[in-house]
Each structure stands twice: as C-alpha cells, then as structure tokens.
C-alpha cells in the first residue's frame, strides 16, 4: 500500500529555518509533480509548492517564494522542502502529495496524501 510520510516539522522560532521531508513507499514517483501544501487552523488548505516529475519545473505560491525551496530525489522516492526565514504565519500543518500528472497543476489532481507535519514559528 502507497505510503506518504511527511518529516522534519516542530518549533521554530521566527527567523529560523526547517527542512520539511515526504517520503515515499511503495509507489514510483517518476511520472508524478509531487505538492507541498498546509492548512493552518480555522483558514482553507494552500498549496504552496510544487515540482514536476523531472525536477525541472518549480512553481511557488507568493507567500513562500523566495524563502522556500522545493526539491525531490527521485532515487531516494523523496521531496523536500527547505524552509528559511520562517515567519509565525507559516504555522500550519504542512502536506504532501502526489499528483497523476507529470506537470505542476490545481490541487484537482492530486490523487495521494500524507498526514502532515506540524510546523509552528514562535519566539
């Protein structure tokens, strides 16, 4: 059975950086876009990065970009995201997911889930 496990969330405080991990079972990633995406309490989910099966193409949601760095290994099954300058509106539980098409696209698409990892930015 397909497995998502996302990693690497906790405290932080503002400022700092974290190094979000989602690894994969049982499922070759090759022809996937992989999402990040995170859903803080009481607001809707956001997704906020993706890349494409290749590596080769990143998208960024204007929240993040130029702070966080989306990347994936495909030999390891395995995307990051690297997280700098972290702000407390980026406390939310973050997600990963596997998309059916090879190209970064809606949210419609993603087809697997993980559970998430709490990230919380606080002095």
């Known amino acids: 059975q397909l497995q998502l496990v996302e990693s690497g969330g906790g405290l932080v405080q503002p400022g700092g950086s974290l190094r979000l991990s989602c690894a994969v079972s049982r499922f070759n990633l090759d022809g996937s876009a992989i999402g990040w995406f995170r859903q803080a309490p009481g607001k809707e989910r956001e997704g906020i990065s993706c890349?494409?099966?290749?590596?080769?193409?990143?998208n960024y949601a204007a929240s993040v970009k130029g702070r966080f760095t989306i990347s994936r290994d495909n030999a390891k099954n395995t995307v990051y995201l690297q997280m700098n300058s972290l702000k407390p509106e980026d406390t939310a539980v973050y997600s990963c997911a596997i998309s059916r098409l090879p190209y970064c696209s809606s949210e419609v698409h993603y087809d697997y889930w993980g559970r998430g990892t709490q990230v919380t930015v606080s002095s």
């Open positions: 890349i494409s099966s290749t590596g080769g193409s990143t």
